[in-house]
């Protein structure tokens, strides 16, 4: 059995807000999971129906498999570097804003016949 990676790095979204999206396709089929985040109502779904369909891809075109034969054996995000920033407040405070990003992985694996 052979996986198949994609990455995807510095994605301008917080790790906790992709998790939502990425729980809903693991362990599916990489057909169903396209459409299931084609149809998702989350920001988040559409970076990361691009890197499903990215690890798909090269699964079809680098190893000959085929695309029914496909699964998401594991996919997560992690943390990623976060931007600090600051507005200034009142009385000569500052507020800080914390941009967060993540790093999100998928691996596909081959369905065994």
Same mark, same amino acid.
């Given at each position: 059995?052979?996986?198949?990676?994609?990455h995807?790095?510095?994605?301008?979204?917080?790790?906790?807000?992709?998790r @939502?999206? =990425?729980?809903? &396709?693991?362990?599916k089929?990489a057909?169903?999971a396209?459409?299931?985040l084609?149809? *998702?109502?989350k920001?988040?779904?559409l970076?990361?129906?691009?890197?499903?369909?990215?690890a798909?891809?090269?699964?079809?075109?680098?190893?000959g498999?085929?695309?029914?034969? @496909?699964? =998401?054996?594991? &996919?997560?995000?992690?943390?990623?570097?976060t931007?600090?920033?600051?507005?200034f407040? *009142?009385?000569?405070?500052?507020?800080?804003?914390?941009?967060r990003s993540?790093?999100?992985t998928?691996?596909?694996?081959?369905?065994?016949?």
């Amino acid at each position: 059995m052979q996986d198949y990676q994609a990455h995807l790095r510095s994605l301008p979204m917080s790790a906790q807000k992709v998790r @939502l999206v =990425v729980d809903l &396709i693991r362990g599916k089929n990489a057909n169903e999971a396209l459409e299931t985040l084609r149809f *998702a109502n989350k920001a988040a779904a559409l970076p990361v129906r691009k890197l499903l369909a990215s690890a798909v891809a090269n699964a079809e075109e680098n190893f000959g498999v085929s695309r029914d034969d @496909l699964y =998401v054996a594991r &996919i997560f995000a992690n943390e990623a570097t976060t931007r600090k920033w600051r507005r200034f407040g *009142a009385r000569g405070r500052f507020k800080p804003i914390l941009r967060r990003s993540s790093h999100v992985t998928v691996v596909l694996r081959e369905r065994g016949s």
